[in-house]
């Protein structure tokens, strides 16, 4: 429906949006590496690029709307009004003819960024900076939000400007969904979540005593402990605590097995860097959901691939995580996106990790096995009956 809503939107802006149907057309598809749905791709001039605004028919609008626009607009003392307020977050650069360094920085930021949902525009008009009650060289990031606008002198690099766009550009407080967590990700900061249960529209606060900070890039979650109150002062004593380093992280684990004798081994999150840093054994670990078909329909070619693997469990071990109950410990150099998750932790000094891709068969287990373990070992390739089920989707 958003889709729908955003396509009517742009229609008088003479901006299409299209679809395809890829069961119908899988070549179309295949020839642009359509893997889930739904993806968006934008064209420009026939050329493909990766949609990667929000899923909202405003983003979505929004997002087009500035593909047909230059990197930077031209801001004068006349559209400066106009502007400013056209967008959710516009970012404009006040310049002087002694700011060109200046200048050809925002120039580069804004090309950058010219995928996201940012309108930048720039002005050497002294006029103008009059007009904003700006002392130019500057760089000011108006929003629809929160303070109205905020304001960058100079010195900055392309990196502290950036930090200053991506920390300024999202509201403080906001409800989270799939449609703006990644933007408060990109942010680069903690992210403080306090979860509620809405029942006839009122306030259960008793059933969710819920609130945490989480580190994104890190994968790390500080819970607030649950059997004190959700008051301002705790919360505020909390997040000093957090912000001072004196809050350990939580780590969600499964109870490591008593028993962990079957072909595939039980990974969980209390176990991990004992198992897969092992520098004596090769690790290929399947990270999966238990809801999740794909994983489902690996796990008979996979427990074939631990059986053949058993008697070198001393050298190579075929082990799986449940993702959704056990989580990655703080530091481990990836995030798990999707189930199934394959990756192989090499034996060896430098604990190497190798993302598999391949068709999900037993044959192209055995080869990957083969090209990338570290330990080399020869295995009986008979194929079971389920591989020809599981190629690669």
């Known amino acids: 429906p958003e889709y729908e809503k955003a396509a009517t939107a742009l229609k008088k802006h003479k901006i299409k949006l299209a679809k395809v149907d890829c069961t119908a057309e899988t070549e179309l598809c ?31 609008v929004s997002y087009m709307k500035k593909q047909t626009l230059p990197a930077v607009s031209d801001v004068t003392v006349e559209n400066l009004d106009t502007f400013k307020d056209s967008e959710n977050v516009v970012i404009i650069g006040f310049f002087t003819a002694d700011s060109q360094e200046e200048y050809n920085t925002f120039t580069k930021v804004a090309e950058s960024n010219r995928d996201s949902d940012f309108v930048f525009g720039a002005t050497g008009q002294q006029e103008a900076a009059a007009k904003a009650d700006i002392k130019a060289p500057a760089v000011v990031l108006y929003k629809q ?163 053949t693997y058993q008697e070198f469990k001393d050298k190579i071990v075929i082990a799986k995580m449940d993702a959704t109950l056990n989580d990655l410990p703080a530091g481990v150099p990836f995030k798990i996106s999707g189930f199934p998750t394959i990756k192989l932790f090499k034996a060896g000094e430098n604990n190497d990790i190798v993302d598999y891709q391949g068709d999900r068969t037993f044959e192209s287990f055995i080869k990957f096995l083969d090209a990338n373990a570290f330990n080399k070992v020869e295995v009986n390739v008979t194929s079971p009956s389920a591989s020809s089920d599981a190629a690669s989707e």
């Open 145 to 307: 939000f929160d303070e109205r606008n905020v304001t960058l002198y100079p010195p900055f690099d392309e990196e502290a400007l950036s930090t200053f766009i991506k920390t300024n550009s999202i509201p403080l407080l906001a409800e989270i969904g799939p449609e703006n967590y990644a933007t408060y990700v990109d942010s680069g900061l903690p992210l403080a979540f306090y979860s509620m249960k809405m029942k006839n529209n009122e306030l259960l606060l008793e059933e969710w005593p819920a609130f945490g900070i989480q580190q994104p890039e890190e994968g790390s979650k500080y819970p607030h402990d649950q059997s004190k109150e959700i008051t301002t002062e705790n919360i505020q004593v909390f997040v000093r605590k957090f912000l001072k380093g004196e809050i350990p992280p939580s780590i969600k684990s499964e109870s490591i097995p008593e028993k962990n004798d079957d072909p595939v081994y039980v990974l969980v999150a209390d176990s991990f860097e004992d198992v897969v840093y092992d520098k004596n054994k090769d690790i290929l670990v399947e990270f999966y959901a238990p809801w999740c078909g794909h994983c489902k329909k690996l796990a008979p070619i996979y427990e074939k691939l631990g059986e």
């Open 30 to 60: 295949q020839e642009y590496e359509v893997t889930g749905y739904p993806t968006l791709k934008v064209f420009r001039d026939g050329n493909a690029t990766d949609y990667t605004g929000g899923r909202k028919e405003d983003s979505i």
